[in-house]
């Protein structure tokens, strides 16, 4: 990396966390320290939000699906702009008039403190895995390509991320993330315009995605019904929505992000513009991707993106079989691009014949490449059982590193440290919430003065960034990130939607019949993953269904009472 | 039960999300927009995907 890259890298990261702590600065009340003093406008929230769920997983990860499974991906957002409908209708009114610092504060008021504990524990679990992932992600970036220690780099990055968490509270995090959004974007729209440009010259932005559609990158829309695929319309419109709804109505790192709000008009604006944006960001996100893919069908890719592991099996005894995939991986590549430029070619001649030869010839090389690739990943993981055989994450870095020009590597590097830091500053800061407003102060310190409160806050986000810090180190056996952060969280999110929407709907049903309703459907989503090969977004599905028809159940076969008297 | 939450409680009104429902015209606009926008969407992917597979 070059020293402008050095410069561009640094200097951001440090602007990002100088302009934290100074918009940070003298929080002295528990409720400007987590809710910013629910002063903060529209523009704020929407891409507070936005940048809370777009990690640096989102700006690694999904070009890489692209590239390697098309923009399919792009499916799983679908039920998200309802969502946001539905919330704004519900849930933030609720939220607003009840003034609650988090999610499972209100939920005491619905079904008692054993529930709010329940509910409150099972986010401080996901939460606190799903942000030592997000922690970990820019840590495998240099590892991979600079040589770094990955865990120094997660310390370093958790410092910083710790640092001004800590000292500014919320207002920071919130105040940080809209530039760190804004950085990330146009990282990305940088590196979309500089694949473009590196095609060759005969090569135009239509012929790319005519090419990327050929084979099979383009394929954002599926109505195929079937449970077993992860990403089609029907799962993403109703796992989707059950996944946003929980995420957005009930997990704290984005409730605590609309909290703020200084109004409920100003919130719901929040969210509707997240709804609008969403699923646009995520396309153009994706599309980066299919863009990438074409730009490696006229420059030779390796034929695994993982260089640590390549070289690891080209050490071993395997070496020599892996040569051979990458000798016939190489042939395959020149094949292929003879046949892009006759397509492009073809397309531009208008001649339907050739267009049709040369797709067919196309689909029939990427088939044979894409089985030389899992050759070649099956032979990693023979070497190396503890090996990850995806190298989805690695593709956007490779393509990154090896092809940008100086000080726009350093711009790309920072725009992914920038939505790391920004995804784990709103998790910790979440987690730190949390556990002080829903477990400590409720359960031991009730009569604590404020400042006090404020105190513990910044003790329980060092002691929740440590406990990150330390997880991150042991993240790298999860396989691709973003299916892992997505995968946690809908082990849990089907059965806290649950009780949320009992809570908000089903009047009748008490504190004992939602405890058990979500016990029992938390239960029924762990079955589900250990002896169904059911695709991971039906989980919330599962969860949220079962936790809703269990606890009707129950509360029929109890005696008749008052919900709100019978609370303990 | 938790005395704030109840003097909360009390004070906010049932929190039932009818209460809480739609009032603002301006709101149903945007809800409608978003709708709208979404569908436009998912049929201009629809669209490409079947254009350029």
Known sequence: ????????????????????????????????????????????????????????????????????????????????????????????????????????????TRFGPRTRTLTALLFLVQRGLSTAITLYAPALIVSLVLGWNAQLTTLVIGALVILYTTTGGTKAVSWTQTHQLLIALAGMATALVIAIHSLPPRVGLVDAVRVAGTMGRINVIDFHFDVTTPYNFWSGLFGGLMVALAYFGTDQSQVQRYLT?????????????????????????????????????????????????????????????????????????????????????????????????????????????????????????????????????????????????????????????????????????SLASSSVVDIWRRHTAREQSDHRCVIVSKWMTVAWGVFCILFALYANQLGSLIVAVNKIGSYFYGTMLAIFLLAFYAKRVGATAAFWGAIFAEAAVVLCSIFTNMAWLWWNVVGCVAGIAAALFIEMLLPAQNPIEALP | ?????????????????????????????????????????????YALTRALS
Request: aromatic share 12%; charged share 15%; net charge positive.
């Open chain 2, 1 to 45: 039960m938790n005395e704030e939450f109840r003097m909360k409680n009390s004070e906010s009104g049932d929190p039932a999300p009818s209460e809480f429902f739609i009032r603002n015209s301006s709101f149903r606009f945007l809800y409608a927009g978003v709708l709208v926008a979404l569908a436009l969407e998912v049929a201009l992917f």
């Open chain 1, 261 to 429: 709000g200084a109004s409920v008009t100003q919130s719901r604006l929040g969210l509707l513009v997240n709804a609008l944006v969403k699923v646009p960001m995520q396309f153009f996100i994706l599309f980066v991707g299919a863009m990438v893919f074409v730009f490696y069908q006229f420059v030779a890719p390796p034929v695994f993106f993982n260089p640590v592991q390549r070289a690891k099996v080209l050490q071993s005894a395997y070496g020599v079989e892996f040569r051979a995939l990458e000798t016939t991986h190489a042939t395959t590549f020149d094949a292929k691009r003879a046949a892009a430029t006759q397509l492009v070619d073809a397309m531009r001649a208008r001649d339907a014949n050739a267009i049709a030869r040369m797709r067919t010839q196309l689909r029939t090389l990427q088939q044979r490449d894409d089985d030389t690739r899992r050759a070649a990943a099956t032979l990693i993981r023979k070497n190396d059982r503890t090996a990850d055989a995806a190298d989805t994450d690695y593709v956007f870095l490779t393509f990154i590193m090896q092809n940008l020009p100086r000080g726009v590597v350093g711009l790309l590097l920072a725009a992914i440290f920038c939505a790391a830091m920004s995804a784990t500053a709103s998790g910790l800061n």
């Open chain 1, 1 to 108: 990396m070059s020293s402008i890259d050095w410069f561009v890298l640094i200097a951001t990261l440090l602007a990002i966390v100088a302009y934290g702590l100074w918009k940070g600065r003298r929080q002295q009340r528990l409720e400007q320290y987590l809710l910013a003093d629910r002063q903060l406008r529209w523009y704020t929230i929407a891409l507070s939000v936005m940048a809370t769920q777009a990690s640096a997983i989102t700006f690694l990860s999904t070009p890489g699906q692209a590239y390697t499974d098309g923009m399919r991906f792009v499916q799983f957002y679908l039920g998200l702009p309802i969502a946001m409908v539905i919330l704004s209708i519900t849930a933030v009114p609720i939220y607003h008039r009840l003034r609650v610092f988090t999610a499972y504060e209100y939920l005491e």
